[in-house]
């Protein structure tokens, strides 16, 4: 994501959220989201496959609905145009038989892909994870959150 804030911590570290609502950034927020590395993106697409991990992340219940309607909209739309990716290849490059037809049908699916990769750079969700094999990803959305994160967890990013 482009307009994030990032923050990568080893994956053997036990990461502390701030007591803030991942959402609307009030305090003392009275529920707790799992996130989950299962999001479609660029990222998951091309180097997430067989990394999993989640965090309970702080959240209001209020607030719970409206973090995960824009991901499971992502995650609807992204199945739907890899459906189409799939159909577009197996439709124009169905008959090839080389080794490197698989290369193909990715590349297609990749570009069919890229209305939702330019949407999640428009507006970045307000967290995201991303595994990889030693370390996690935090990207946030907001600068203030990101900070704070930051700051509970100093002492892990300090060594
Ligand atoms: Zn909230």
């Known amino acids: 994501m482009a307009n994030s804030f990032v923050v990568e911590i080893s994956k053997s570290e036990n990461v502390v959220f701030p007591k803030i609502c991942i959402y609307c950034e009030n305090l003392n927020p009275d529920d707790f989201l799992k996130v989950t590395t299962h999001t479609i993106g660029l ?32 995650f609807i739309a992204g199945i739907i145009l890899m459906s189409i990716g799939m159909f577009l290849s197996i439709y124009m490059f169905g008959e ?9 049908f990715a590349g297609v699916i990749l570009i069919t892909l890229i209305p ?3 949407w999640q750079l428009v507006f970045p969700a307000y967290f995201e994870l991303t595994a990889y094999k030693d370390s996690i990803v935090y990207e946030f959305k907001s600068e203030n959150y990101a900070l704070e994160f930051v700051n509970k967890n100093n002492k892990i990013l300090n060594q």
Do not use: E, Q
């Not at 702080?58 to 409206?66: A, D, N």
């Open 96 to 104: 090839i038989s080389a080794w490197y037809k698989k290369w193909i």
């Open 116 to 118: 939702l990769f330019i």
């Open 43 to 74: 990222h998951s697409f091309l180097l997430k496959f067989g990394n999993f991990f989640s965090a309970n992340v702080p959240i209001c219940k209020f607030c719970k609905h409206k973090f995960r309607f824009p991901k499971w909209g992502r």
